[in-house]
């Protein structure tokens, strides 16, 4: 039994909001009937002037735990920006030929999606101006997290079952653009989260760093929410070959080795979640070609190499483009949200994958980067047998990821993760030779 993996990232904040009972969701001003948005109302937030959301942006409201003041700026942030990322994705399905958006797991989606913008709604109205109120946005918000879980599983067999009317380009396209606005959406909503139940008890002043006994259990220090400050690839690339190479072992009998090499110490501020996810299904693709061809005695070369920080602002992010963070009113950004000059500065690590599995074959290149679904079968998508997509694995924890032979998935969800905040993937194969795989991350420097 494969032993279960051990992520950085704390869980308290969602293992608590699976507890929560849904009948604690009230809010005093949810005294109304949820009913589907408006089409209008979809229409316009859609349409909304917007940015990309940064990794700066995530950080913006410091270290937990937080002030009041602070977790307050932190809902009204979050709740600022969903309304308009949801009435996205509710206009993208909309724009899926009607005989797919029939298919009942669209549909399923698709009201889904309805449901969490009807809720949302009425909120946007007003801002957040108590702890009782931010409470009850918390609760909200981890029901919206937890209805979204299984989305793109539930799509995957939706198109399955619509293969006949829509070609595998449309498909590809649909999902490349839903998963990069869901990842931006799930990191809003799962930030204030973490930090929501990081910051218990919330007082009117900042916390003292203190060492009593009710820090014992506290987040460790290096993370802001979601992020770690302190991130060394190193590490997580450690974790996920423990992980991979046990599969192999199930599956082959045999594992390969693996050397780390250029900077281990590297340090930077990211998501260990999705570069977890990353390196596991770039890991997965050449302890796979290595076994299969031979060559298991042949080490799989990883090296990590950090480039100069960069002072400055964060460069523009094409990842989240048509649902990036929503603008004030006058064109600016929301009161209290402004970048100055001392924000983080960018930091990029580069970490190269060398496998000596043959390469990829000629024919196989020019479509590694497509969502497959001819790999699907109703067996893989009833049972519960790991191939959970990334998503769910960062809203779950649950440590288990896509088996070796995963759904096809694994490269093109790694570049929308990589491409997301600014980095990218990149493929050179030697065909009857090898493969290196070049994965640049653009993350954050040191944060004060």
Known sequence: ????????????????????????????????????????DVAQLAASP???????????????????????????????????????????????????????????????????????LPYQKRRITTLEEENQFG???????????????????????????????????????????????????????????ASQPVSDEPHPRSSSSSDKSAVPSNYIGVIDTALQPANIIRVCEDFVGEICELK??????????????????????????????????????TIESGNERNPI??????????????PPIQGDADTGFELGKSGGMYVGETMGPSSPSSQSITIRIRDRGGGIPPEVLPHIWSYSFTTFSDMNLNSDNGNMDALNTISSNSGHLSSIAGLGYGLPLGRAYAEYFGGSIAVQSLWGWGTDVYLTLKGVGKVD
């Open 252 to 289: 082959y009998g045999v594992r390969p080795r693996l050397v780390i090499g250029g900077e281990p110490d590297a340090s930077f501020a990211h998501i260990p979640v999705h570069v977890e996810y990353i390196i596991t299904e770039l890991l997965k693709n050449a302890f796979r070609a």
């Open 301 to 314: 070369e990883v090296t990590i190499a950090a480039a100069p920080d960069v002072p400055g602002r964060e």
């Open 139 to 197: 609760e909200v918000l981890a029901d919206l997290v937890q209805t979204h879980t299984n989305t793109i599983p539930i799509l995957a067999r939706g198109f399955l079952e619509c293969r006949k009317y829509v070609s595998p380009d449309d498909v590809t396209r649909f999902l490349d653009t839903h998963l990069r606005a869901r990842i931006g959406t799930r990191l809003i909503a799962e930030q204030h989260l973490a930090l929501h139940f």
């Open 1 to 40: 039994m494969l032993a279960k993996r051990h992520t950085r990232c704390p869980r308290k904040w969602s293992q608590s909001l699976r507890h929560i009972s849904t009948s604690q969701r009230t809010w005093d001003w949810t005294n109304h009937s949820t009913k589907d948005a408006a089409k209008d």
């Open 50 to 120: 917007r940015r990309p959301l940064t990794l700066a942006d995530l950080l913006r409201h410091g270290r937990p735990p937080l002030s009041k003041d602070a977790l307050l700026a932190s809902a009204n942030f979050t709740l600022n920006l969903l309304p308009a990322r949801l009435a996205s994705r509710i206009q993208a399905l909309r724009n899926l030929p009607f005989i797919v958006v029939s298919n009942p797991h669209v549909s399923k989606i698709y009201h889904n999606y309805q449901h969490s913008l009807s809720t949302l």
